[in-house]
């Protein structure tokens, strides 16, 4: 197993290459419209007992025709402050449209959303989608990152197939040992998670992880 740039933490795609990855912070394919701070050839990270779970989760999935796909893992805190600073920066409004259609911009910096802090940084908390029995993404309703009420995990604002997805995917996490963050559905934090006062600033790429980059 490639080793990672903390001892605790491993890189998923050595760990278990059958889960998809599609790290939206290491492009511009996210709702600040550019690669985020400490994203550097995006490495997806996650701490041991985070990826043994997942991995349980995938496996449950799998057997049932379904399939996991990560859209982020371990964020530094560096990543963190650069969302602050794009919520800061009223002027941008670039990605409204496709992130925060019903939301001012001014309201995305606070309890809702965007937070001082992340517990993706701590290493054990992951967004994730679901995808069906050919590979391909699922509808779950919403678009990963939409600040929406619609992204609310109970949301009944979506259609019956998207919120049967979205159950499907909720139990196989729960299952395997995560909790959810009810008003994001892709959001999952393990429940005994080993860093659980600790923020991490570390990069996600790092010389030892070039093989699991």
Not at 18 to 25: K, S, V
Not at 105 to 132: A, M, W
Not at 182 to 210: I, R
């Amino acid at each position: 197993m490639s080793p990672s740039p903390h001892p605790g933490f491993v890189a998923l795609s050595a760990f278990d290459p059958a889960i998809g990855q599609d790290l939206r912070y290491a492009s511009g394919n996210n709702f600040v419209g550019t690669p985020l701070d400490g994203y550097e050839h995006g490495s997806c990270l996650l701490t041991l007992p985070a990826a043994q779970a997942l991995s349980q989760a995938g496996a449950l999935l799998k057997r049932n025709g379904y399939g996991l796909t990560v859209l982020d893992a371990y964020r530094p805190q560096r990543a963190v402050d650069h969302m602050r600073r794009w919520a800061a920066d009223l002027k941008d409004q670039a990605t409204k449209a496709a992130y925060y259609p019903r939301v001012a911009k001014q309201e995305l910096f606070g309890p809702d959303y965007i937070h001082c802090r992340s517990g993706h940084s701590r290493g054990s908390t992951i967004d994730v989608t679901l995808t069906g029995p050919d590979g391909a993404p699922m509808d779950l309703g919403t678009p990963f990152d939409f600040f929406d009420p619609l992204s609310h995990t109970d949301s009944r604002g979506i259609a019956p197939a998207a919120r049967a997805a979205r159950q499907v995917l909720h139990h196989a996490m729960t299952w395997a040992g995560f909790r959810n963050l009810p008003t994001e559905w892709w959001h999952f934090t393990l429940a005994d998670e080993p860093y659980p006062h600790t923020y991490f600033d570390f990069p996600t790429h790092h010389p030892a992880c070039s093989a699991a980059a």
